[in-house]
């Protein structure tokens, strides 16, 4: 029997589209392995947010041809599509194919198959790639996931490609324009998910506030919502990530009629300071993002809020940067997560004057990461002695390898409980603080693990 080794980086969207790929390779008989252990075929998934990212995916990309010289490297994602001539360069690649080609992933194995049968060289790169605007234009969501797993969460992708074209950013025109899943389809891949005995649902997508703006604005993330909270089996809700600029007014009145969704935002805002801001086009002000997370809070008191900020944005002066610092910690966030300008060729920002120099990047997101420290210290604290819910998972972390889940706002949680509590909800008490954890106790007197 073949193997096969998949390798994700970066965002959730590209980890659902991995377990797709996942579901073609095991339909053609494919034993799934570890990335570190020898394979027939190799998948990596890539990003290219960052210049970093382009880095880390060529460092992946030539590790995994090292390492197994024989196996058809097969690399796709982000990076694939932003230079597929650097990747198609490195020695040992099989084929590069973008995102819209992922569902051509099985005529791509079906040519591995014939060219192993006829004992010839992968004649793979040979093939000519379909990069017309059709198929950026349209996102294919035919490969659903819809296999049993191991995890406790599942992945659901609504919505591929973006249409804000903010001027630092290349997702646009590597995953092409916003477009919208189908509701009913939505509803059955969920129905499948919580057959296969999932509890808890991730909403992912490129850009989840703008969901529906492509088929006459009568459809909102918030539908999806009321539609996926009846299905029995399904017990949590989340999103992965949604835009400030684009939420939906009515999504928080909604939401706090819905039990299954979850208190926890991943509202990314990249620059406190309104005219870089500006000069990115993220089409909100300090003050409109400032009132949502108000909302956000006077709903829902113990939301979790986190976000990305960007440092080092062409033309951010140090009063700028002073700007962002003091309007993050004004905000609260529980977590940052911070990112260095990148210029990324083709997008406008690339081209702007006045770029910051490295040096005083680096210490502004030193200065930056420190704040988000401290911020998710502060929350911690505040949540000590709250009993929250959590669903445990199989993951086992911390210094002493107990059982591991999240809270409702998005808490990482500890718990010395047994096995058998793996996949199930559990009201716990937050007892004391252990790194960025949160040790638990169960609030109903779980015995604690004999193993």
Known sequence: MPTAALI???????????QAMQEVMLRNGYTIVGENTSADVCIINTCTVTNAADQ????????????????EILVTGCYAENDREAIEAIPGVSLVFGNREKADLQKYIELIHKSWREKTDSPLLQIEPVHHDAVREHANFSM???EAGK???????????CSAFCTYCIIPYVRGRMTSRPLPDIVQEAKQIAANGYKELVITGVHLGAYGLDIGRQTTIADILEHIHPIDGIERIRFSSIEAMNFPPDLVDRMATLSKCMLHFHLPLQSGSD??????????????????VEK??????????TTDVMVGFPGETDTDFEDSLQFVEAIGFNQLHVFRYSPRRGTPAAD?????????SAERSKAMIALGKRLGLEFRKRMLGKTMNVLVEESREGTDGHLAGFTENYLRVLMDVP??????????????LEDEFIRAEAANGFPPNTN
């Open 151 to 161: 995890h406790t969460r599942a992945l659901i992708k609504v919505q591929d490609g």
């Open 419 to 432: 096995d058998s509590a793996v996949n199930r909800i559990l009201p716990v008490k937050l007892t004391a």
């Open 8 to 18: 994700t980086l970066g965002c959730k969207v590209n980890q659902y589209d991995t």
């Open 275 to 292: 005219k870089i801001l500006r000069q990115m086009r993220r089409r909100y002000t300090r003050a409109e993002f400032s009132r949502l």
């Open 296 to 305: 956000l809070r006077v709903s829902f008191p113990d939301v979790g809020i």
């Open 56 to 71: 880390k995916a060529r460092q992946v990309i030539r590790r995994a041809v090292r390492k197994n010289p024989d196996t």
């Open 144 to 146: 659903s996931v819809d």
């Open 352 to 360: 702007y004057p006045n770029h910051v120099p490295p040096h005083v």
